[in-house]
Protein backbone atom coordinates (compact mmCIF):
# COMPACT_ATOMS: atom_id res chain seq x y z
CA UNK A 1 0.00 0.00 0.00
CA UNK A 2 3.22 2.08 0.52
CA UNK A 3 2.67 4.92 -2.50
CA UNK A 4 -1.17 4.38 -2.86
CA UNK A 5 -2.78 7.97 -3.13
CA UNK A 6 -6.43 8.87 -2.36
CA UNK A 7 -6.59 11.28 -5.59
CA UNK A 8 -6.99 10.58 -8.95
CA UNK A 9 -4.52 11.43 -11.82
CA UNK A 10 -0.56 11.70 -11.82
CA UNK A 11 1.64 13.74 -9.10
CA UNK A 12 3.54 16.23 -11.34
CA UNK A 13 6.11 19.33 -10.29
CA UNK A 14 4.07 22.28 -11.33
CA UNK A 15 6.35 25.44 -10.71
CA UNK A 16 9.21 27.27 -8.61
CA UNK A 17 7.79 30.48 -7.59
CA UNK A 18 10.00 33.32 -6.07
CA UNK A 19 7.60 36.12 -5.85
CA UNK A 20 3.35 36.40 -5.51
CA UNK A 21 2.83 37.49 -9.06
CA UNK A 22 4.35 33.98 -10.02
CA UNK A 23 1.34 31.69 -8.36
CA UNK A 24 -0.18 29.73 -10.28
CA UNK A 25 -4.14 30.84 -10.63
CA UNK A 26 -5.94 30.54 -7.58
CA UNK A 27 -8.30 27.71 -9.09
CA UNK A 28 -8.28 24.29 -6.49
CA UNK A 29 -7.37 23.39 -3.20
CA UNK A 30 -4.10 23.64 -1.89
CA UNK A 31 -2.11 22.80 1.52
CA UNK A 32 1.58 24.24 2.16
CA UNK A 33 4.46 22.78 3.91
CA UNK A 34 6.09 25.37 6.06
CA UNK A 35 8.80 24.70 8.81
CA UNK A 36 12.44 24.94 9.58
CA UNK A 37 15.37 24.53 7.49
CA UNK A 38 15.70 20.76 7.45
CA UNK A 39 12.95 19.90 9.33
CA UNK A 40 11.31 17.36 6.29
CA UNK A 41 8.95 19.26 4.45
CA UNK A 42 10.41 18.13 0.98
CA UNK A 43 10.81 14.52 2.36
CA UNK A 44 7.12 14.24 3.74
CA UNK A 45 6.01 15.84 -0.03
CA UNK A 46 8.12 12.56 -1.07
CA UNK A 47 6.56 10.34 1.55
CA UNK A 48 3.09 11.12 0.59
CA UNK A 49 2.94 10.83 -3.05
CA UNK A 50 5.02 7.74 -2.90
CA UNK A 51 8.24 9.68 -5.16
CA UNK A 52 11.13 9.11 -3.79
CA UNK A 53 12.70 12.50 -5.71
CA UNK A 54 9.97 14.55 -6.59
CA UNK A 55 10.83 17.30 -3.97
CA UNK A 56 14.38 17.39 -3.28
CA UNK A 57 15.19 16.31 -0.01
CA UNK A 58 18.88 17.44 0.87
CA UNK A 59 21.07 17.23 4.46
CA UNK A 60 22.21 21.09 3.14
CA UNK A 61 19.71 23.31 5.02
CA UNK A 62 17.91 25.92 2.79
CA UNK A 63 17.99 23.31 -0.37
CA UNK A 64 14.08 24.56 -1.63
CA UNK A 65 14.14 28.10 -2.02
CA UNK A 66 11.48 28.59 -4.15
CA UNK A 67 7.58 28.04 -3.24
CA UNK A 68 7.27 24.88 -5.03
CA UNK A 69 3.96 23.52 -6.33
CA UNK A 70 3.38 19.99 -7.16
CA UNK A 71 -0.01 18.75 -8.38
CA UNK A 72 -2.28 15.90 -7.57
CA UNK A 73 -3.82 15.31 -10.58
CA UNK A 74 -6.41 18.46 -11.81
CA UNK A 75 -7.37 18.33 -8.40
CA UNK A 76 -5.54 20.24 -5.27
CA UNK A 77 -1.69 21.50 -5.07
CA UNK A 78 0.58 20.57 -2.58
CA UNK A 79 3.29 23.44 -1.76
CA UNK A 80 6.50 23.23 -0.52
CA UNK A 81 7.82 26.27 0.76
CA UNK A 82 11.25 27.38 1.75
CA UNK A 83 12.59 26.80 5.44
CA UNK A 84 12.91 29.09 8.00
CA UNK A 85 15.68 30.06 10.80
CA UNK A 86 18.41 28.76 8.43
CA UNK A 87 21.83 30.66 10.40
CA UNK A 88 23.97 30.24 7.62
CA UNK A 89 21.93 31.96 4.88
CA UNK A 90 23.18 35.60 3.69
CA UNK A 91 20.77 38.14 5.50
CA UNK A 92 19.46 39.91 2.45
CA UNK A 93 18.07 35.85 0.96
CA UNK A 94 16.64 35.22 4.43
CA UNK A 95 14.94 38.57 4.44
CA UNK A 96 13.40 37.98 0.59
CA UNK A 97 12.40 34.55 1.52
CA UNK A 98 10.45 35.74 4.81
CA UNK A 99 8.70 38.35 2.88
CA UNK A 100 7.42 35.85 0.32
CA UNK A 101 6.18 33.78 2.96
CA UNK A 102 4.19 36.48 4.76
CA UNK A 103 2.80 37.27 1.61
CA UNK A 104 2.11 33.81 0.61
CA UNK A 105 0.84 32.83 4.36
CA UNK A 106 -1.58 35.73 5.06
CA UNK A 107 -2.80 36.38 1.25
CA UNK A 108 -3.31 32.89 -0.84
CA UNK A 109 -6.99 32.35 -1.37
CA UNK A 110 -6.85 29.01 -2.14
CA UNK A 111 -4.80 28.01 1.13
CA UNK A 112 -7.14 25.53 2.96
CA UNK A 113 -4.48 24.41 5.73
CA UNK A 114 -0.47 25.29 6.37
CA UNK A 115 0.91 22.58 8.36
CA UNK A 116 3.69 23.69 9.94
CA UNK A 117 6.26 21.08 11.00
CA UNK A 118 8.08 20.62 14.07
CA UNK A 119 11.37 18.29 14.47
CA UNK A 120 10.54 15.74 17.14
CA UNK A 121 13.63 16.05 18.64
CA UNK A 122 13.54 19.91 18.82
CA UNK A 123 9.92 20.74 19.50
CA UNK A 124 8.59 24.29 18.89
CA UNK A 125 11.14 26.86 19.26
CA UNK A 126 11.27 30.59 18.74
CA UNK A 127 11.44 31.00 15.22
CA UNK A 128 8.17 28.57 15.10
CA UNK A 129 6.58 30.79 17.04
CA UNK A 130 6.86 33.68 14.69
CA UNK A 131 5.52 31.43 12.33
CA UNK A 132 2.52 30.23 14.40
CA UNK A 133 1.87 33.88 15.25
CA UNK A 134 1.70 35.27 11.67
CA UNK A 135 -0.78 32.26 11.18
CA UNK A 136 -2.93 33.70 13.89
CA UNK A 137 -3.04 36.74 12.16
CA UNK A 138 -4.00 35.52 8.45
CA UNK A 139 -7.17 33.62 8.21
CA UNK A 140 -5.71 30.03 7.53
CA UNK A 141 -5.97 27.15 9.56
CA UNK A 142 -2.69 25.44 10.51
CA UNK A 143 -2.17 21.88 11.79
CA UNK A 144 1.41 21.01 13.53
CA UNK A 145 3.08 18.03 12.02
CA UNK A 146 5.62 16.31 13.80
CA UNK A 147 8.47 14.62 11.49
CA UNK A 148 11.29 12.32 12.12
CA UNK A 149 9.40 10.49 14.82
CA UNK A 150 11.73 7.90 13.82
CA UNK A 151 14.77 9.36 15.15
CA UNK A 152 13.44 9.86 18.83
CA UNK A 153 12.67 7.08 21.94
CA UNK A 154 9.36 7.08 23.62
CA UNK A 155 9.95 9.57 26.37
CA UNK A 156 11.23 12.03 23.63
CA UNK A 157 8.67 11.56 21.78
CA UNK A 158 5.78 12.21 25.02
CA UNK A 159 7.99 15.14 26.14
CA UNK A 160 7.67 16.79 22.77
CA UNK A 161 4.24 16.24 22.07
CA UNK A 162 3.43 17.64 25.77
CA UNK A 163 5.65 20.27 24.84
CA UNK A 164 3.60 21.36 21.16
CA UNK A 165 0.11 20.85 23.38
CA UNK A 166 1.18 23.47 25.52
CA UNK A 167 2.43 25.93 22.78
CA UNK A 168 -0.53 25.20 20.89
CA UNK A 169 -2.79 26.64 24.21
CA UNK A 170 -1.59 30.36 22.93
CA UNK A 171 -3.28 30.18 19.09
CA UNK A 172 -6.48 29.25 19.25
CA UNK A 173 -6.41 29.43 15.17
CA UNK A 174 -4.48 25.71 15.57
CA UNK A 175 -6.20 22.69 14.22
CA UNK A 176 -6.05 20.87 17.86
CA UNK A 177 -4.81 17.44 16.28
CA UNK A 178 -1.32 16.84 16.05
CA UNK A 179 -0.03 14.42 13.44
CA UNK A 180 3.24 12.44 14.26
CA UNK A 181 5.33 11.37 10.64
CA UNK A 182 8.28 9.69 9.87
CA UNK A 183 9.15 10.09 6.33
CA UNK A 184 11.53 7.29 6.85
CA UNK A 185 9.31 4.72 8.13
CA UNK A 186 5.70 5.81 6.80
CA UNK A 187 4.11 6.75 10.06
CA UNK A 188 1.22 8.77 10.01
CA UNK A 189 1.57 9.51 6.30
CA UNK A 190 -1.82 7.65 5.30
CA UNK A 191 -3.32 9.74 7.80
CA UNK A 192 -2.29 12.82 6.84
CA UNK A 193 -3.08 11.91 2.94
CA UNK A 194 -6.56 11.61 4.86
CA UNK A 195 -6.23 14.72 6.05
CA UNK A 196 -5.39 16.49 2.83
CA UNK A 197 -8.04 14.14 0.45
CA UNK A 198 -10.47 15.43 2.45
CA UNK A 199 -10.15 19.44 2.65
CA UNK A 200 -12.63 21.15 0.52
P1 LIG B 1 14.82 22.80 3.41
O1 LIG B 1 14.37 22.61 2.01
O2 LIG B 1 16.27 23.10 3.56
O3 LIG B 1 13.99 23.80 4.16
O4 LIG B 1 14.67 21.39 4.20
P2 LIG B 1 13.40 20.41 4.27
O5 LIG B 1 12.53 20.82 5.40
O6 LIG B 1 12.74 20.28 2.95
O7 LIG B 1 14.09 19.03 4.71
P3 LIG B 1 14.40 17.75 3.80
O8 LIG B 1 13.14 17.04 3.44
O9 LIG B 1 15.31 18.14 2.72
O10 LIG B 1 15.13 16.81 4.87
C1 LIG B 1 16.29 17.23 5.57
C2 LIG B 1 17.07 16.00 6.03
O11 LIG B 1 16.30 15.26 6.99
C3 LIG B 1 17.38 15.01 4.91
O12 LIG B 1 18.66 14.48 5.13
C4 LIG B 1 16.31 13.94 5.08
O13 LIG B 1 16.71 12.67 4.62
C5 LIG B 1 16.12 13.91 6.59
N1 LIG B 1 14.76 13.46 6.97
C6 LIG B 1 13.60 14.04 6.58
N2 LIG B 1 12.54 13.38 7.10
C7 LIG B 1 13.04 12.37 7.85
C8 LIG B 1 12.45 11.33 8.65
O14 LIG B 1 11.22 11.18 8.80
N3 LIG B 1 13.31 10.49 9.29
C9 LIG B 1 14.67 10.60 9.18
N4 LIG B 1 15.41 9.74 9.86
N5 LIG B 1 15.26 11.55 8.42
C10 LIG B 1 14.46 12.43 7.77
MG1 LIG C 1 13.00 21.32 1.23
Sequence with gaps: EKGRLLFAGPVTFVKGVVAMAGLPPPDRVEVCFAGRSNVGKSSLINAL????TLARASNTPGRTQEINYFALGEDRYLVDLPG?????????????WQALLKQYLAGRVTLRRAFVL???????????????KLLDRSAVTFQVVLTKADKVN?????ATIAQVQGALAAHPAAYPEIVVTSSEKGEGVETLRAIIATLE
Aim: net charge positive; hydrophobic share 40%; proline share 3%.
Design 49 to 52: TGRK
Design 118 to 132: IDMRHGIKAVDHEIL
Design 154 to 158: KATRE
Design 84 to 96: YGYAEAPVAVVAK
